[in-house]
T-cell receptor, first 107, second 114 residues
Framework: QKEVEQNSGPLSVPEGAIASLNCTYS??????FFWYRQYSGKSPELIMS????GDKEDGRFTAQLNKASQYVSLLIRDSQPSDSATYLC???????FGSGTKLNVKP | DTGVSQDPRHKITKRGQNVTFRCDPI?????LYWYRQTLGQGPEFLTY????????KSRLLSDRFSAERPKGSFSTLEIQRTEQGDSAMYLC????????????FGSGTQLSVL
């Protein structure tokens, strides 16, 4: 079992829809979780961090954490074509990244 | 430019040769990380430094890989006797120095081993 698992996608959503990206992790003791966005040929850039159970909102992005289920998600509201990228889930206690989910937002 | 800087951007080498990459972190950042990324995969942790001390190194990291951060500023990653499987993007990142800090990534060094 990988330390951080993500569906590789691609996930296709129409412009304006909500994109839902999911991630599970194996280490029950993990405390810090990050979502990074990576455009093709570019380096990862941080979108959000979350440490506590529940939801954390930042603009069009909402991160959700459920430690009991070892599950992290990222919701992108009002998806735009510019959101098309690979989204990486990271568990930073162990420096692990998932393999990423590719998101395509269709105009 | 106050971002993380990596040099070179691209490196092509023949199998068996040694290569060295350099990373200059954001100036006030105490932590420096090296990751490796191949196509379709997420970044794979290699090692990290707190100032000049190398605090963790991946169990998966071959003895052919070595990293230094001699004065707690820039870092170098050396790969000895390169193999075709070493072909990847090598990413450097830095952070302010508390655990769980967000990482700022450089543009990476793309290594191709022929």
């Amino acid at each position: 079992q990988k330390e951080v698992e993500q569906n590789s996608g691609p996930l296709s959503v129409p412009e304006g829809a909500i994109a839902s990206l999911n991630c599970t992790y194996s280490d029950r003791g993990s405390q810090s979780f990050f979502w990074y966005r990576q455009y093709s040929g570019k380096s990862p850039e941080l979108i959000m961090s979350i440490y506590s159970n529940g939801d954390k909102e930042d603009g069009r992005f909402t991160a959700q954490l459920n430690k009991a289920s070892q599950y992290v998600s990222l919701l992108i509201r009002d998806s735009q074509p510019s959101d098309s990228a690979t989204y990486l889930c990271a568990v930073m206690d162990k420096f692990y990244f998932g393999s990423g989910t590719k998101l395509n937002v269709k105009p | 430019d106050t971002g993380v800087s990596q040099d070179p951007r691209h490196k092509i080498t023949k199998r068996g040769q040694n290569v060295t990459f350099r990373c200059d972190p954001i100036s006030e950042h105490n932590r420096l990380y090296w990751y490796r990324q191949t196509l379709g995969q997420g970044p794979e942790f290699l090692t990290y430094f707190q100032n000049e001390a190398q605090l963790e190194k991946s169990r998966l990291l071959s003895d052919r890989f070595s990293a230094e951060r001699p004065k707690g500023s820039f870092s170098t990653l050396e790969i000895q006797r390169t193999e075709q499987g070493d072909s990847a993007m090598y990413l450097c990142a830095s952070s302010l120095g508390t655990r769980n800090e967000k990482l700022f990534f450089g543009s990476g060094t793309q290594l191709s081993v022929l």
